[in-house]
């Protein structure tokens, strides 16, 4: 049985870089990252839909996601969840520091539209 969530598209932007180190150095992966918010706990989910997924270019073809699915509610399949370090730079000091970053793999991306009042 797989996971599902509910929320609010808090923004979303395609993403891809090059492996730096290890056995797949130099290799060069893409995904679509989308920020979920759950209205009900106020969580925000940092969620990735791999450039392999079947609804990978129709999302992120035009910048669709960005444009029309920001502010709506969707619901996703979660595939995984994983942590690792990930190096960030405050933009008020510009010091960098490593956090470690939760991220979760999703697929079956459904747009329910435009939240109601309540939620």
């Known amino acids: 049985m797989g996971l599902v969530l509910t929320g609010i598209v808090n923004g979303a932007r395609p993403v891809a870089g090059t492996v730096q180190n290890g056995d797949?150095?130099?290799e060069e992966w893409k995904f679509l990252s989308m920020e979920?918010?759950?209205p009900r706990y106020g969580?925000?989910?940092?969620c990735q839909l791999r450039d392999k997924d079947p609804q990978f270019d129709e999302l992120v073809a035009g910048d669709k996601m960005a444009k029309e699915l920001a502010g709506h509610k969707v619901k996703v399949t979660i595939m995984?969840?994983?942590a690792g370090e990930r190096e960030i730079v405050d933009k008020d000091t510009g010091e960098a520091k490593t956090i470690t970053q939760v991220r979760t793999q999703i697929t079956n991306v459904r747009d329910l539209g435009m939240p109601s009042d309540e939620e």
Do not use: H, L, N
């Open 24 to 26: 797949r150095k130099g």
């Open 36 to 38: 979920i918010v759950d």
């Open 43 to 46: 969580k925000v989910y940092s």
């Open 80 to 82: 995984g969840i994983t």
